[in-house]
């Protein structure tokens, strides 16, 4: 499976963007599909989660409430959806692939996934 992020840009606080997270190659009947943001001189912060099949999801607090995780089965691609961004949200999103994790909370764990894609830039400015 290869990964490839998408949807980053330079937006003002409140305004929204959409990210996607096109995903290429052989599908695990057991994976998730992760959301991860980094800015620089600080690690990677999970943000969201979502099985490639059934409903669970998973959200980092700081974003609940703005930020949804979807996915397009069909067309094999995952979204985040981020409303109400705000300062913080800046940095650099990943998207990465999960097998056999366990249980949803395992996702919050960078370690977990063993797939990475390129980056993409959110930039929120005030």
């Known amino acids: 499976v290869q990964l490839q992020a998408s949807g980053g840009g330079s937006v003002q606080a409140g305004d929204s963007l959409r990210l996607s997270c096109a995903a290429s190659?052989?599908?695990?009947?057991?994976?998730?599909i992760g959301w991860f943001r980094q800015v620089p001189g600080k690690e990677r912060e999970f943000v969201a989660a979502?099985?490639?099949?059934?409903?669970?999801?998973k959200y980092a607090d700081s974003v609940k409430g703005r930020f949804t995780v979807s996915r397009d089965s069909a067309k094999s691609t995952f979204y985040l959806q981020m409303n109400g961004l705000v300062l913080e949200d800046t940095g650099v999103y990943y998207c990465?692939?999960?097998?056999?994790?366990?249980?949803?909370?395992?996702?919050?764990?960078?370690?977990?996934?063993?797939?990475w894609g390129q980056g993409t830039l959110v930039t929120v400015s005030s």
């Open positions: 990465a692939e999960a097998v056999d994790f366990g249980s949803m909370t395992n996702l919050l764990r960078s370690t977990k996934y063993f797939l």
């Open positions: 190659g052989r599908v695990y009947n057991n994976a998730a």
């Open positions: 979502i099985r490639w099949h059934g409903e669970s999801v």
